[in-house]
């Protein structure tokens, strides 16, 4: 039976269809979670770019192959109707990131992160409409967790070089013995580990409560070994939040919206309006986040400049104007990869309108879709599953830059939550008995 949480219809699905399903569900879960180059050896060339290695021509062979194939999928699909939207919104945000990008300096580079962002924005839009049930997508979900987990393990026992950082790396050799596994580094290793907590949660509410209890047991363990402290810490604070969000619904502006931007205000504000920080350091808070404050205070100067353009999607941070300003511009954030604030970043990048639209899809349209949510769903395993991870992305983006990173797993599966709000507050419910293994 095809489950209405998942695509609103129920569709006959034979064995060989949802071995297909199957097939294409996995695939692209691995090419994100996994990837074509896993463990990054973070001592040479690479640790200049981490991301090197993913940007290779198979690399994009693979992809524009999964892409294809799940379009396709796609149009075939009853329910081909709901890809790629809201058109309204989706269209006119990505035609404006393109065009600050057609008009920076480096026009290439930001065509070709909107045509990547537009590729995995369709991807996630199909991808829930490829499983056969909600406990087809468990079992699914349960499956290539296990394997992230269990490739991560291997590395810190096997290769443990290449799985833990090591003091010879040359960007940040102070991260000396913190785990990373499979990933280009301990940030992204945390995020993945509190990612895949949370899918371990809904695997023992919607499948296996031992497997779900498995999957959650190694990716907190592992999570701790990250020395990932925001993210340690994020984890159960999301879980409350999450638990106070789905009960008391007069709590969700103020959880989603009031929560971000405190956060920021905590985060940033104490790095660019001297007062607060200095106030907040007499209270003994340090809101630096790990020397970020450098950072963003270089980005406030550097979208005051353009603050209704930007400066163009990825035409900023790494250009050739910053690695090679030498001592022209006094701060040593000219060579930060990004500004560790995906919220700075899309306003340095696209401007206040392309901060504006982007907050109305990732936050304004998910808590629009949640209130038309049918009571009977609000606290089910899929809905808790998608609340949990768009509020922990919403709030680790504070601290990382993420948006529309084509191959970023926490933001592709932060788009599978944005999709899967959108399909349960439109599902017409079809109930059947979950069987719960173990």
Known sequence: MQSAQLTAVDLPVGGLQTAARTVLFMALFFFLWISLNPFVDLTGEAALDPSAGNSNRLNQLVFLGLFSVILLFGMLHPLRGAVFQPLALLVPLFCWILFVSMISSHPMLGVKGVVLAVLVTVNASIYLLIPASERHFAKMIAFGTMAVLALSYFGIIFKPTLAIHQASELREPMNAGLWRGHFPHKNSAAAAMVVSTFFGLFVMRAWSRVGGAVITVLAA??????????????????????????????????????????????????????????????????????????????????????????????????????????????????????????????????????????????????????????????????????????????????????????????????????????????????????????
């Open 221 to 438: 363990f592992f999570l701790f070994n990250t020395g990932g402290k925001t993210s340690s810490a994020m984890l159960p604070a999301i879980i409350v939040l999450a638990w106070a969000f789905e009960r008391f619904r007069f709590l969700r502006v103020p959880i989603a919206v009031g929560g971000i931007a405190l956060f920021n205000l905590l985060a940033v504000g104490s790095a660019v309006i001297e007062p607060f920080g200095e106030l907040l350091t007499k209270l003994g808070i340090d809101a630096t986040f790990t020397n970020r404050a450098d950072i963003w205070r270089f980005a406030f100067s550097a979208i005051a400049d353009s603050p209704i353009l930007g400066h163009g999607f990825k035409a900023f941070w790494q250009t050739e104007e910053l690695v090679y300003s030498g001592g022209t511009i006094e701060t040593w954030a000219v060579a930060a990869a990004n500004g560790h604030n995906s919220y700075l970043d899309i306003t340095l990048m696209t401007g206040v309108p392309g901060l504006v639209l982007t907050l109305i899809w990732i936050v304004f349209l998910p808590l629009r879709d949640i209130s038309r949510i049918k009571p009977e769903e609000q606290r089910s395993p899929l809905t808790r599953l998608y609340t949990r991870i768009w509020l922990y992305t919403l709030f680790n983006a504070g601290l990382e830059s993420l948006f529309y990173e084509g191959g970023n797993p926490l933001w592709f599966t932060f788009l599978l939550a944005l999709y899967g709000f959108r399909y349960q507050s439109s599902a017409q419910i079809v109930h059947s008995p979950r069987r719960l293994v173990g």
